[in-house]
């Protein structure tokens, strides 16, 4: 095997070879996790914790968080644990970005807040930027790997990402804090803790935020506002109710993909154009075209200089959990957590065009005149994006019983969700301006002649998600020895209506369930007080996206404006699962926090979308098998009293089977290859000194090279990045409490780097190259951020 690893790599690898100083520290088991205090213990940098879980697990929790940038989104938060490879698409964390865990994609993790899945319901992407504010988040966990019996998914063959909201304080306070950085980076956020009321059974907290930034290269930015609120009633006797509500309005312009082609002619800050299109001035009885209007000359065709203002990404969202734990007896519980989320946005390049038209042989009889000219001749500049409304109610139940040496779980998972996808037209202005920025406003969408409203899309997609779970965690040898033995029969019913629409024809339906049994056995045996071992097995699957049902119908034709006759084809995908297997090893000390697992990974119909973003379509294929094994280290120690280390490195070696069949004539030669965007080194390290109030820390991600399409003909090299920071906590005064400084610098040299678009999943371009008659396509890629950095003002009141 030829391997070609960085200096860093290198330096990683050495640190869990070294034995670790004397650290001091107090200790306080509360069971899975051990807490420890802050001074200068192996887990005092926050990024590793004593687990005690039969399988591969990683965390941070808020000492952590509470050091990195406020605007931070939780791919940041975890960029450095082991498996782990995530981009952001700007170094402030607003504008999205993507994760892969052990090659798995986002769309094939579960993640959750609160127990609350927050995947989208369709097609099960992730959308990190919507979430909770950074200084609300306590902990982030990653199972890698190996999804949790209970959990609440139907789309998670590779773990799942929990997300847990702070506790509300005991004592009340009003906490303000204001950051500012590179790219004119405002964030101002205010939280109101009650403080125990009720005679100390309840307290609450409730939060505030606004950012602002603009983007560090082309036009347009991010505007964000964030309410969090959390609170927990005593019931007593053990019993209580938490509840949750997270709430965000956010508006941003997106950064342009580029392929290298692109890079290599207009430079890596090439991004969407400030020149706003205008309409050709109407003539009645003649046909003007925006598309091919002098003064737009470019904007629609070659490079496409799409206007940065129609490239925007307009989203709301609210997510209410309740999580409500009461105690039966002192050795029977059951626990109740309702949830739902509601989606509504838009989202993609808006600016489309539509031809007017009144005839019986199109859909409504044509659009009506748009350009006012008083006829129906013309192809207009309009504003439409991909508009989607999703509401997601849902439930988990559990009964939990301990019997002698046996902690039994029984449980049942139920969601309905209504995810509602459409794409309705508005007019433009010749400023840039659309008459309808959120879509949402029926009076100003364009109207086909016998009323309807013209749609690029129309569709509508119930899914019923449900799971029964059993787990049985049997204590032995006087707890040396643990098994856990589970299963969960889940299933998710799919009712997909596509109604008639400018890109999908006619009325058409399709119904699908896709179901698995999917069995899991941990074992956890204790060598001695500091040393243990852990085996894990697990199945996992994932149902295909909503995606994979649209635009079935063809052979059709309008009739009156009514779309009569067309085949409906059948659903090109089928289920993906997949089997995981971990042997692992732990060793923990107050000095020395070590972890370290070996994998194998084996997929059955493994599912990829081949993405062309010229076009913007995408199909979904199942490729195969395929394989991954490797290994993941992971490790935290303290220098001294004062100086803490962590460490992890991670290799991967994935490998389809099977030759990819793109229709019933040609294939492509995937067999053999390697999954695209799954490099096979990972690195991470932070050191850290903190002491009396002050503190500063360095940190190094390294991610190697990875291929960029699925037949491996086009990649991109590896790059380390280097973040730092610094803070400090000034004595208080009579009114003010806890004043802190802190200082945030991402990318600290400078370095430029790409990252793979490959949208929100697992969208892959399938060959940059021709193979044989099927055209080669070019990947684009994100341009990496440049040094960036924030300082942030924080006081109690």
Known sequence: MHCKLTRLSLLISGIFMVAGTTAYAQTTDIGTVTVQGNGGTAQATGLIQQEESPKARSSVNHDYMEKQSP??????????????????????????????VRGFNSDQLGFSINGAPVNDSGSFAVYP???????????????????????????????????TMCAPEDQQRVRVSTSVGSNSLWKRYVRFDSGKLLDGRFKFFLSYSKTTADKFKGAGGADKQHIDFNSKLDLGQGSFIDAGFMYNNAINNNYRSLTKAQIAQFGPNYDFSTKAPVHQPGVNGTAQNDSTYAPNAGINTGNKDLYYGYNLNPFKNWLATVNGHFQLSPTASVDVSPYFWYGFGTGGNQLQTITEGNAGNLLGGGVRDVNGDG????????????RTRTYRPGVTLKYNQQIDNHKLMFGYWYERARHQQTGQYSRIDNNGNPADLWQNNPDLWLRNQDGSVVQYRDTLTVSTGKSAFFQDSISLMNDKLNIQAGARYSSIDRDFTNY??????????VKKSYSDLLPSLGVRFQLDQAQSVFFNAAKNFKAPGNFSYFGLISGGSFVNGVYTGGTVRNVPVDKETSWNYDLGYRYNTDKWTFSSSVFYIDYRNRIATAYNPDTATKTDYNVGDSTSKGMELESGYALSKNLSLYGSLSYIKSKMKDSMKVDAVNSLPTSGKEYPDTPNWLSGLSLQYQQDGWYVFGQAKYTGRRYTTLVNDDAIGGYTVFNAGAGATFPSTSWLKKP??????????DKQYLNLNSGSGSQFTTNANAVGSIAGTAPSFYVGAPRTFTVTLTADF
């Open 129 to 163: 930027q919507e979430y909770t504010d950074a200084e609300n988040l306590c902990d982030i966990f990653v199972t890698q790997g190996s999804t949790d019996t209970e959990a609440p998914h139907v789309g998670a063959s590779g773990g799942n990402i929990g997300m």
């Open 375 to 386: 006829d129906t001749k013309d192809t207009v500049f309009a504003y439409e994006g991909s």
């Open 500 to 509: 008639p629409s400018q890109s999908a024809g006619g009325y058409y339906t």
């Open 71 to 100: 605007t931070g989104n939780p791919y940041q938060m975890i960029s450095l644990l082991p498996g782990v490879n995530t981009y952001d698409q700007d170094g402030t964390g607003l504008f999205g970005g993507n994760i892969r």
């Open 740 to 749: 802190t400084v802190r200082l945030n610098v991402y990318n600290l040299f």
